[in-house]
């Protein structure tokens, strides 16, 4: 199963080391590859890798998109989306 889906990075300071790490912390608790791209999709990169994530370097407001492939992949999409939605639980 694959799913996309929009995101829009709403927490303070964007995708910096503290929210990526929680990021693919959750990422890695699923068995699904969670792959995460600007909107423009010119760069995807693999949402369990804190590294990866740091070099989209996202800030507040832009948007992104999620690509979640695999078996669990609709508990997996909801848990990221509600990550994001709470602002990493930073503000």
Request: net charge negative.
């Amino acid at each position: 199963m694959e799913i996309k889906r929009a995101v829009l990075v709403e927490n303070r300071y964007g995708l910096h080391a503290r929210a990526s790490t929680r990021l693919a912390q959750l990422a890695k608790e699923f068995q699904s590859a969670i792959l995460i791209s600007s909107v423009e999709g010119d760069e995807e990169v693999d949402a369990k890798s804190i590294l990866a994530v740091l070099t989209l370097g996202v800030a507040k407001g832009q948007e992104l998109t999620l690509r979640v492939v695999g078996e669990d992949a609709e508990v997996a999409m909801t848990a990221i989306v509600e990550l994001f939605q709470r602002r990493f639980d930073e503000d």
